[in-house]
């Protein structure tokens, strides 16, 4: 009797052929694969993020306020765009804008960068201190602006008080409460809550530069800062740049931490463009010239980002 | 340019000691080899030479200067890494410059030193380039233009052509040994290539754990090692070791092995004092030849490498690599007959390993 | 006389911890005041001398928040959504960053570049469409539509950042695997999954810190206590009851616990991906 060499496949039964693990496994081995895994995601961020933008550019042409459906939604073309070149708001805004922007990143990216140096020593007791020091980070917005709100109290906040005590401050002060010192506060309490973003990047960064570089230059008789200025920096240049472009985009576009702290107030000495069109949309309801206000923000943030990105390729060489 | 000297220099990280006492004297001029496996200490050893790393006692000299509590940037010496460490973001020009810039070296002065040392090593079509847009080997001449310029008392080289191909190995090792010849300057060079330790060094050092196992002139190192471990190292194919009984009769020396007896006339060692005792017998693989007496034993492999064979023959249980010429292809299972040159033979105290 | 290397070292090391000490104790000191201030009695708060060490202790801002309150409530909607954002990531995205580290295809560079770019799209332009489309689809006011809508900022992220991590599981392994006999789905979950685990643990462990502290999203896309999460709530009690610090502050200590907890626990694993997204980027 002879045996057959190989077994035949057992047939398959009805449920193995609709078994839904079977067809999934089955679908793995083809060619579109990769698309498919794809495919949820390209579609979620289809549905939330691409089709509200357009639908955003295209609102910015027409009138549309939710709380006078009298007006209705005609199309109205630039209307909205030449209001806003001759909005005051819209001008003092895009200043407000840049300072915010400037001065926070600034900020953030000096403490950053001196956190960041100072935890890539690796002494002992670091890894606990890293872990402060990222903290606010990862803090909510609401909480860290009520936390800074609490402590710059002008009744019965600590700040006051310890200024006080050493002598920089003769009585309490109201900081959100004066046009002077408004937008300076809200700055500090940004900085504080963001500056470990670039504390994490670059220390990811100066783990990426050989320790023999160092090693060379303290033979070719570099001291710290020629070091820190001829090697450290240069080779941070690429992850700064893109630390940079990352919280632009991020202080530009959301207006949480000023809502919560002034406002836009006092007056609108703290009133940025994120703030503004957003109080449009959610005060007033003119979702129209809030879109168009979002567009030129859009706009004017492709516009930083190119010119910004081909001046650091340019520096390159 | 000048002379070297550590004096009981030991490092340790906690209770790990990775340098223990360590001495090496380098006249001037000379090119001292650190030659070590990996992890026996012959790079913190160099760091510690450089600067980079402290020691936990013991005394580096620089020429006449006790240079102990000296930065690195005042030793006046000069380092090629195994990795090169060039400035990625300064031009070749820059990098070459850079220690002078350092120093304050005003721009005509340095940019002529810099093309000095750029011609020396042909680098003077690339000194505007970057390194990223540099060859292994071209890099490697950066890095030597680096150290040449500054015209220090002491080059520091550590594994620096490990990360090159085999062919630009041997170019490079050339060039170093020319550059050495005509620039005398004094060098202090680690690798874990024999090759490399023996056609550079005028003086070898062999670490094993933190410890100088032999420091002498190469040819000394291959001809008289200092124990097993430096015989084992240095060679390749490495030493054969032939376990016996050391035996004389009528004043004749012969080492009596589990396959027979080798008559071991014209030995170079005073070995009186082991007659009768187990001793270990070196034999280079090289000093072997086909004959009529000798060892003999049974043909186990047979590898031809193209110029030689090599033969591994079981001598009595105990193998014995023999490097033949390249026409000497003997069948396997073959009985073979090898003699030995006694003058070549080292023989070993088995308990410390050390020659006798 | 030469500057000795030991010497100058440790004065930089000096320098270093001044730096690292003085920047942990300015990063935690407001928290640190804000739980003694939840802590504090009212008149201790409220005070003309600064209290700084209190004596008397309460916890009546804790219980008076929990039980006389919707903050529950709050606290229940944000763990759902939270829930819900980390959910929706999990399923779409790491499949989407498993492609992405595993295949080469026409298109995938593009494609990664766009799942960047969106991020660049201001918040306010897209919330007010959504808004819109949201009241269309009745998905207005509602824990699964604001969970939704957190997709499209956090998605592109989590898909980033898993893709580091999933970069550092070797190929060979599922190669291995399907010559084994294991279909591609197989050597995925069986596979890559594991190795890529803490790294998974840590980008959903960051999303769901991101989806949990939002607060503008959230204020406009909910309307009623059935969906309002803790950061609209707790901004709306400030405005509607003029709520007293000693709750503000009790309110803020319940709801960064669990991100304080969570942060601490993964952070080493949290930072390397965060940086290791951010580096390719």
Redesign the interface.
Known sequence: MSRALYTAAPPRTVWESINPLRM??????TRY???L??L???L??TA??????L??FQ?SFREMRLNRPDVGTDWVFFKHYIRMVNDPIFWLSLRNTAIWVTSSIALEFL?GL??A???N?N?PG?KL?A??????Y???????G???G??L?P??G?IN?LLMRVGLLDGYKAWFADPKTAMAAAIIVES?HSF?FFT??I???LK?I?A??Y????????G?L?QLR??TL??L?T?IA??VI?RV?GL?????LL??LTSGGPGRSTQVL?LY??QM??KDFN?GY??A???V??VL??GF?WIYVRLSKVNED | MATLSIKGVRKSFGSLEVLKNIDIELEDGGFLVLLGPSGCGKSTLL?II???EPSSGGDVTIGERNVNNV?????N???V?????L????SVRRNIG??LE??KMPTPERDAAVKKAADLLQIEHLLERKPGQLSGGQRQRVAMG?AIVRDPDLFLFDEPLSNLDAKLRVEMRTEIKRLHDRLGTTIVYVTHDQIEAMTLGTKVAVMRNGVIQQFADPQIIYEQPANVFVAAFIGSPTTNFLNGTLEATNGLLSLRHGGGSLDLGGLQQDVGAFVGRPVVAGIRPETLQVAETGVSGTVEVVEPTGPDTMVILNVGGQMLTARLGSRDRPKLGQAMTLSVDARAVNLFDPDSGDRI | MAQT?SS?KLL??V???V???G??I???F??I??FL?SIKVDED???RE?V?FPTRFTFDNYVKLWFQSSYPTLVANSLIVTGLTVL?CL???A??S???S??N?PGRTQ?MLG?LV????????????????MRQVGLLDSTVGLA??Y??FL??LF?WMLKGFFDSAPKELESAARIDGS????A?LRIVVPIARNGLVATCVFVA?AA??E??FA??LTTSQGSRTW?VG??LM?GEFQLP?GM??AG?MI??LP??IL??IV?RVM?AG???G??K?
């Open positions: 999934i496994g089955e679908l793995s081995e694969w990769m698309y895994l794809l949820p995601s390209a979620l961020i939330v993020v691409l089709y509200p933008t639908y955003g609102m403490i001196t956190a140096l100072a935890l020593r002494l670091t201190l872990v402060l020091i990222l903290l606010p990862f803090l909510p917005n609401v909480v860290a009520h936390m800074w609490l402590m109290d009744r019965l600590v008080d504080w470990p994490l990047l220390m990811a960064g990426g050989p023999d570089l090693k060379a230059a303290d033979i070719d008789g570099a710290p020629a001829l090697i240069p080779m240049k992850i893109a630390a990352l985009i530009v576009n959301s207006p949480d809502l919560i994120s069109a957003f949309a959610y979702f809030a879109g206000l979002s567009v923000m859009f943030l492709m980002a | 760091s450089a600067g980079l930065h690195p940037k005042d030793r010496i000069a380092m890494f195994q990795s090169y460490a400035y990625p973001t300064m850079f220690g350092m120093r680096r | 290397r100058s930089w090391d320098v270093a911890y730096i690292m000490i920047l942990a300015i990063c935690v407001p928290i005041w804000t201030t708060i409220v005070t600064m700084y929706i399923l779409t995205g499949i989407a498993y492609s992405f595993r295949f295809f494609l799942y969106v991020r660049m799209f201001p918040a306010v332009l897209m919330i007010i469409p959504l808004f819109i489309v939704i809508a997709t499209s998605l592109p898909v279909t591609r789905i197989g995925m810190i949990w502290n607060y503008l204020l406009m950061p707790l901004q400030v610090w503000l502050a803020g709801s960064i991100v304080v942060f601490a952070q930072v965060i940086t290791a951010a580096v980027g």
